[in-house]
Nanobody, 124 residues
């Protein structure tokens, strides 16, 4: 089992930055990838980014590439999502998630453990 707790969301103006954190507990943190997803208002949950267990492989959705950076600190059992140049369309509830198996990718169906989410609101 893996427990995930996100923090760092809030209200920011367009062009601003936020850094989300997700603290994991349970299974050995350094043994699995961690993904970030978001659910915009009225839409389905969508992939944002994923970072491998070593932290040396990352994938991003095209909509955030070049603006968001995912990283992790295995000593702190924490994964981060640095979000720069935020746009109103980035408004969503952001979730971190972990797969049970060895998976590093964008499919939300491969992730078994989810945090409760943190709200990010970008005003224009």
């Amino acid at each position: 089992q893996v427990q995930l707790v996100e923090s760092g969301g809030g209200l920011v103006q367009a062009g601003g930055s936020l850094r989300l954190s997700c603290v994991a507990s349970g299974r050995t943190f350094s043994s699995y990838a961690l993904g970030w997803f978001r659910r915009p208002p009225g839409k389905e949950r969508e992939f944002v980014a994923v970072v491998s267990w070593k932290g040396n492989t990352t994938y991003y959705a095209n909509s955030v590439k070049g603006r968001f950076t995912a990283s992790r600190d295995n000593a702190k059992n924490t994964v981060y999502l640095q979000m720069n140049s935020l746009k109103p369309e980035d408004t969503a509830v952001y979730y971190c998630a972990a797969p049970y198996r060895d998976y590093v990718g964008p499919s939300r169906w491969q992730y078994d453990f989810w945090g409760q989410g943190t709200q990010v609101t970008v005003s224009s």
